[in-house]
C-alpha cells in the first residue's frame, strides 16, 4: 500500500512537461479571468459609491448653503419686525398710540383672557424618510448585471453611432 | 524503483516543510482567536492604530442654540463671516490682484500688494467680513486667495436686552447673560468626529448636531417700551445711568430688564468700558433708601411688634446706637401711624418700627426677604448684595436703625423688585427668572414657576398693599395714573464713598405694581445721579409713563371697567403664558 502511494507520488512528479505547462496556462487564464471579472465589479462599485459620495456631499453642502440662506433671512425678516420699523411704519400710515381710555372692552363669554401659551407650537420639521436596508445577494448580483449590461448597451450604442 | 537524488531530498525536506508552515497557522490563528479577547483599552488603541491611517480626528462643535422672546421673535441666531486670505506663492499676478482685493476689501493698495508679494506662505488680509464681499471675492476669480467661514453669532434685534442676552465671543463662548448662564445648553456638546481620507468613501453627515434652543419670558415689545423709556428719562434727568426691571409677581417671569447706557453685543469688541457688559439689574450693588420702609414695616406687622394702627410720636430726631436719625425734611410730625410714616417716608418712623421688632427678627425677615442674598435668577453675574448682621464685627447697633430706611445695606434692584413682589403676590416670594422653555429638538421643557419663600402672610400683604396705595394716592400722586389703583413706594439713597455719602448726588428708585388688587406687574426704576435729588420727583413719573403703556399692552382695563367685566363674568387682565 506504502509502495503504491509513493509510485502515485513519483507519477505525478514525474509527470511530462507539456502537461504541466498546459494545466498551468489554464489555471492562469482562469485566475486572470477572474480577477478581472473581480476588478471589473470592485471597479463599478467603487466607482458608483465614490459617484454617489459626490453627490452626497454636493447635497450636503447645499443643504448647508440652504441654512445658512435661512439665518440670514431669518436676520432680515427680524430686522424687518423690529419695532423701530414697525413703529415708524405705524406712524406713516397715521397710526396713533391707543390710550386706556379709547379701549372699550366687552365681555365674551367662553374667553379666557389668558392668551394661549402659542410658544409652545413649534413648527416641526418632518422626520426624513430613511431607507430600508433590505438588500441580498441575489439582489446585488442582479444589480451588478444591471448595471454591467447597461454599460455593455451603452458602450455598443455609442460605438454603433461612430 | 531507485529515487533520484534530488527527489530524495524533496521527500525528506517535506515533511518539516508541512509541519512547519502548521504551526506558523496555528500561531497565527491562535494570535488571531487571542486578539479577539483583549481588553477594551487595548481595543480601543488598536482602533486607533487602525483609523489613523486613513481616518482623521475632527473636534466638531454643535450649531449654537437660538434664543428668542416669549413669542418666538429671534433674540440671537448664527450666521457666518468670512476671512479672506492669500497664498502669495500661488498669485500670478500681484499687482493686479492687489488692486483688485484693495478695491472690494477697502484696503490701501500698496498695503494690499506687499500682503499679495509677502514671502509667507499664508497671510490674512480681512477679517471679518460679510457673505456679500466674500462672494464679490469668490467672483473674482483671483489665484490664490482663500475664503474660510467663520461662525458668527447675531443679535437681530440689535441693543436689545443686550444686557440680558449677553453675547459670544471669538472663542464661542458665551459671556453674561443669557449666554453665559446657559452655555452648556445652547453650545450643545463637542464632539470628536472621523473623517476619512479615502476618497471614494461616502462622507458622514455632521449637520444635524445643533444646541438647545430658549425661549425667554421676555416681551420684545415691553423690553422696547422700557428701554425707550429708559434711556429717555436718563437723558431727561441728566442721570448717569438707570435700571427698569418688570416682573410678573405672579410667576416670577421678567419681561423687561434693561440698564442704561448698553453695549450692541454684535459689537462688543468695540466697547470702551468693559463695565458696561455686565447688567446692573442683577450685579450693581446700591443702598436701596426708603423703599426698604415697606419692608420693614411689613416685618413688624408679620411678627406682631407693632399693629396696623400702631401709632409713634415723631420728634423729628432719634439716638439710636450713637448716632442721631434724622427725617429727610428735619421735621418732627407729631403723631404718626403706620400709614403715614409710610406715606412721609419718615426716617425716625422707620428706625422706631425697627426697635419694636428687635435686631434679631429684624434681620431674620430681612434675610426672609431674600435681602443680602443672590435671588439665584438664571442669568450670569449675579450679586448677592450685602447686610450686616448682628455679630459680624462690622456689626453696629446703630445699623438696625439705618438698615430699617435702606442705608448701610446693599442690594441689587432685582432683589428689591423680588422683595417687593411678595407683597403683590399676597406674601409669596417667586423665583425671578427669564428662561421660559429649552427646546431640545422636539423635546420642549417648560419652566414651571417656583417659589423663594413666604416672608410674611397673605392678610399682612394685604394690609401693605393699602398703605403702598395710600403713598401713591396721597403722597406721590406724581405715579398715579387715570383709572387705576396703584401701590407703590419711592427710594432716595444717598451714594457711600469710602470716606461717608458724596454730597447732592442720590440714587432715585420707585416700586410701584398694578392694579394694587391683582397684580399683574411689579416695575422699578431706578436713576442713578440725576439733577433733581428726590425719588419723587425724578424716577415716579417715570414709573407713571410706563405704567400708562403697559396697561394697554397688558390688556389691564381700568378698575371701574375691571370690576364691572369681573361683575358679569369676565376674567380680566392677562399675561400672555
Not at chain 2, 428662561?435 to 417648560?446: A, K, L, M, N, S
Amino acid at each position: 500500500m506504502a509502495a503504491r502511494k509513493q509510485n502515485w507520488f513519483i507519477r505525478q512528479a514525474q509527470r511530462p512537461p507539456w502537461r504541466t505547462r498546459r494545466q498551468a496556462t489554464a489555471l492562469a487564464t482562469l485566475s486572470v479571468f477572474v480577477a478581472i471579472i473581480m476588478g471589473g465589479l470592485y471597479l463599478a462599485q467603487v466607482g458608483q459609491l465614490s459617484i454617489t459620495g459626490r453627490q452626497l456631499e454636493e447635497l450636503i453642502s447645499t443643504r448647508d448653503e440652504l441654512q445658512q440662506t435661512n439665518e440670514q433671512l431669518r436676520v432680515e425678516i427680524a430686522g424687518l419686525r423690529s419695532v423701530p420699523r414697525l413703529l415708524a411704519r405705524a406712524q406713516e400710515l397715521t397710526f396713533v398710540d391707543a390710550a386706556a381710555n379709547s379701549i372699550e372692552y366687552l365681555v365674551v363669554d367662553g374667553y379666557n383672557p389668558n392668551r394661549v401659551d402659542n410658544t409652545t407650537v413649534l413648527l416641526q420639521e418632518e422626520a426624513p424618510e430613511l431607507p430600508v436596508y433590505d438588500e441580498s445577494f441575489e439582489g446585488w448580483a442582479r444589480q451588478q448585471w444591471d448595471i454591467f449590461t447597461a454599460q455593455l448597451e451603452s458602450f455598443v450604442e455609442r460605438a454603433s453611432e461612430r | 524503483m531507485q529515487l533520484q537524488p534530488q527527489q530524495d531530498i524533496f521527500r525528506k525536506r517535506l515533511p518539516f516543510v508541512i509541519i512547519a508552515l502548521t504551526v506558523a497557522t496555528a500561531a497565527l490563528l491562535g494570535r488571531l482567536a487571542t486578539l479577539q479577547y483583549q481588553s477594551p483599552e487595548v481595543l480601543n488603541y488598536l482602533e486607533r492604530v487602525r483609523n489613523s491611517n486613513y481616518n482623521d480626528t475632527l473636534q466638531l462643535a454643535a450649531s449654537r442654540g437660538r434664543i428668542y422672546d416669549r413669542d418666538l421673535e429671534p433674540l440671537a441666531v448664527n450666521t457666518l463671516d468670512y476671512e479672506i486670505g492669500i497664498s502669495p506663492n500661488l498669485v500670478a499676478e500681484p499687482r493686479e490682484t492687489a488692486t483688485t482685493l484693495a478695491s472690494i476689501l477697502e484696503l490701501n493698495e500698496l498695503e494690499a500688494f506687499e500682503m499679495v508679494s509677502s514671502n509667507q506662505p499664508w497671510v490674512s488680509l480681512a477679517k471679518p467680513v460679510s457673505a456679500e464681499v466674500a462672494q464679490q471675492i469668490g467672483q473674482a476669480d483671483l489665484g490664490g486667495v482663500t475664503i474660510d467661514p467663520i461662525p458668527r453669532r447675531q443679535y437681530p434685534q440689535g441693543t436689545l436686552a443686550a444686557q440680558i442676552i449677553g453675547f459670544v465671543g471669538e472663542d464661542l463662548q458665551g459671556y453674561y447673560g443669557v449666554e453665559g448662564f446657559y452655555q452648556d445648553q445652547l453650545a450643545g456638546l463637542v464632539r470628536d468626529r472621523q473623517v476619512s481620507n479615502i476618497p471614494f468613501d461616502v462622507p458622514q453627515d455632521f449637520g444635524g448636531d445643533r444646541g438647545k434652543d430658549i425661549v425667554l419670558t421676555i416681551d420684545r415689545d415691553i423690553q422696547f417700551l422700557v428701554e425707550s423709556e429708559l434711556q429717555h428719562a436718563v437723558t431727561e434727568s441728566g442721570a448717569s445711568e438707570g435700571t427698569i426691571i418688570i416682573m410678573d409677581p405672579r410667576n416670577g417671569d421678567i419681561l423687561a430688564m434693561a440698564s442704561y447706557p448698553t453695549f450692541d453685543p454684535n459689537f462688543y469688541y468695540d466697547v470702551v468700558d468693559p463695565t458696561l457688559l455686565r447688567n446692573p439689574a442683577i450685579g450693581e450693588q446700591y443702598e436701596p433708601g426708603s423703599v426698604m420702609k415697606v419692608l420693614t414695616v411689613a416685618a413688624a406687622i408679620e411678627d406682631g411688634a407693632i399693629t396696623p394702627g400702631w401709632t409713634y410720636n415723631d420728634q423729628g430726631i432719634l439716638e439710636m446706637g450713637g448716632i442721631t436719625i434724622q427725617n429727610w425734611d428735619r421735621n418732627a410730625h407729631g403723631l404718626v401711624d403706620t400709614t403715614q410714616l409710610l406715606v412721609e417716608s419718615l426716617n425716625v418712623g422707620a428706625a422706631t418700627v425697627a426697635t419694636e421688632l428687635g435686631p434679631t427678627n429684624f434681620y431674620s425677615m430681612m434675610s426672609s426677604f431674600g435681602i443680602g442674598r443672590a435671588t439665584g435668577i438664571d442669568l450670569q453675574g449675579e450679586q448677592a448684595g450685602m447686610m450686616f448682621v448682628p455679630g459680624d464685627p462690622d456689626w453696629s447697633e446703630s445699623q438696625l436703625g439705618t438698615n430699617s430706611f435702606g442705608q448701610g445695606v446693599a442690594t441689587t434692584p432685582l432683589q428689591m423688585l423680588t422683595a417687593v413682589s411678595a407683597l403683590a403676590n399676597g406674601g409669596l416670594m417667586m423665583q425671578p427668572h427669564v428662561v421660559h422653555q429649552i427646546i431640545d429638538g422636539t423635546e420642549i421643557y417648560t419652566s414651571q414657576p417656583s417659589a423663594l419663600g413666604r416672608p410674611i402672610s397673605a392678610e399682612t400683604a394685604g394690609i401693605l398693599t393699602e398703605m403702598m396705595v395710600s403713598v401713591v394716592n396721597d403722597g406721590v400722586d406724581e405715579a398715579g395714573i387715570a383709572g387705576y389703583t396703584i401701590a407703590g413706594k419711592t427710594g432716595t439713597a444717598q451714594i457711600p464713598t469710602p470716606l461717608g455719602y458724596e454730597n447732592d448726588s442720590s440714587i432715585v428708585t420707585f416700586i410701584g405694581f398694578l392694579p394694587a388688587d391683582d397684580p399683574v406687574a411689579v416695575v422699578l426704576v431706578k436713576l442713578d445721579r440725576p439733577r433733581e435729588y428726590w425719588g419723587s420727583l425724578v424716577a415716579a413719573p417715570v414709573f407713571r409713563r410706563l405704567a400708562e403703556r403697559l396697561v394697554i399692552m397688558l390688556e389691564i382695563p381700568p378698575d371701574d371697567i375691571r370690576h364691572a367685566l369681573a361683575a358679569e363674568g369676565g376674567a380680566v387682565g392677562h399675561i400672555n403664558r
